[in-house]
């Protein structure tokens, strides 16, 4: 049972490069998000999408984009990274929120921009 | 907008319980749930209520009464290894509009 993978695991980056953080989940979700985590600190969501060809902006969406072409796929595209975009992020799918808030996560991407 | 407020840390001992609050602020509410977080690792899920009451499963019962807008996670019999990020969860929006936001999270602490 592969759920949710993400990749790369780890990337670092320089200031001003571009990038895209791959996400795939393969329990027919229709509802998938990405979340950046701080050292020490909460998850703040990005971006989500309640379905193909559906997105919307999170709390935190400044420097980043997403597409939604397929249900599997959920890709973040980092545009001119920033030191503040160094963080770890997570990819997560769920059935939706009325079955139970289930999330399912990705294992995670460190990402550091230098 | 919305939040949900958590403590930042709770330490216990081991054998003891531990009960984790959560205050929120969401609009559209959906239903409020639990994950759990160990260092370096992707949250999972523990536990969640759609209605007023509680919810057990083992160890973890997790509580919610959406007139006080608070819920609480308790952990019973307590073992070193659930020394973890605790953290709330609520979902927001309406169907077509959901997302999910999580408080900041509480670190459990537990002595031998």
Redesign the interface.
């Known amino acids: 049972n592969a759920g949710v993978t993400q990749t790369p695991k780890f990337r670092i980056l320089k200031i001003g490069q571009s990038m895209t953080l791959q996400c795939t989940q393969d329990m027919n979700h229709n ?1 998938m ?1 990405w ?1 950046r985590q701080d050292p ?6 990005i971006y ?1 999408s ?1 379905g193909a060809g559906i997105t ?1 902006k ?2 935190v969406p400044n420097g980043y984009n997403v597409s939604r072409s397929t249900t599997e796929d959920f890709p973040l595209r980092l545009e001119l990274a920033a030191p503040s975009q160094t963080s770890v992020y ?1 990819c997560a799918s ?1 059935y ?3 079955a ?9 991407s460190w990402l550091t921009v230098v | 907008g919305q939040s949900l407020e958590q403590p930042s840390e709770v330490t216990a001992v081991e054998g003891a319980i531990v009960q984790i609050n959560c205050t929120y602020q969401t609009s559209g509410f ?4 639990w ?1 759990q977080q160990h260092d370096g ?5 523990l536990s ?1 209520n ?1 209605l007023d009451g509680l919810e057990e499963t083992g160890r973890f019962s997790s509580f919610l009464s959406r007139s006080d807008s608070y819920g609480y996670l308790l952990l019973q019999e307590l073992q070193m290894k659930d020394s973890a990020s605790y ?1 709330c ?1 609520g ?1 927001q ?1 309406y ?11 509480t ?1 459990l602490s537990i002595r031998p």
């Open positions: 509802y998000y979340y020490g600190m909460g998850l703040k969501l989500y309640v919307d999170g709390e997570f769920s939706s929120p009325e139970g808030n289930t999330i399912y996560f990705g294992e995670g | 959906y239903g409020l749930s994950y690792g992707a949250p999972t899920f969640y759609a953290f969860a979902g929006g169907s077509s509009a959901s997302k999910i936001i999580f408080g900041s999270g670190r």
